[in-house]
């Protein structure tokens, strides 16, 4: 997943993208490490937290499965 490009691209650090988006620090790290998957209301707050459309991480996997 490209959370961590799309995060940095922002210029957010993992601290404010998980206050952005109400999730845990720990929890975002293990996402972006590939270490769990999350559920479709946590892509939703990762997108909030974003500012970008939830079908932006949607196709980013869809990419990367191709």
Same mark, same amino acid.
């Given at each position: 997943?490209?959370?961590?490009?799309?995060?940095?691209?922002?210029?957010?650090?993992?601290?404010?993208?998980?206050?952005?988006?109400?999730?845990?620090?720990?929890?975002?790290?293990?996402?972006?490490?590939?270490?769990? #998957?999350?559920? /479709?209301?946590?892509?939703?707050?990762?997108?909030?937290?974003?500012?970008?459309?939830?079908? /932006?991480?949607? #196709?980013?996997?869809?990419?990367?499965?191709?």
């Amino acid at each position: 997943m490209q959370i961590r490009r799309l995060r940095e691209e922002r210029g957010h650090s993992l601290e404010e993208l998980a206050e952005r988006s109400g999730l845990s620090f720990r929890g975002l790290i293990y996402i972006e490490h590939g270490q769990r #998957n999350p559920s /479709v209301l946590t892509l939703l707050d990762i997108a909030r937290g974003l500012g970008v459309q939830p079908g /932006v991480l949607v #196709n980013e996997i869809s990419q990367e499965q191709s």
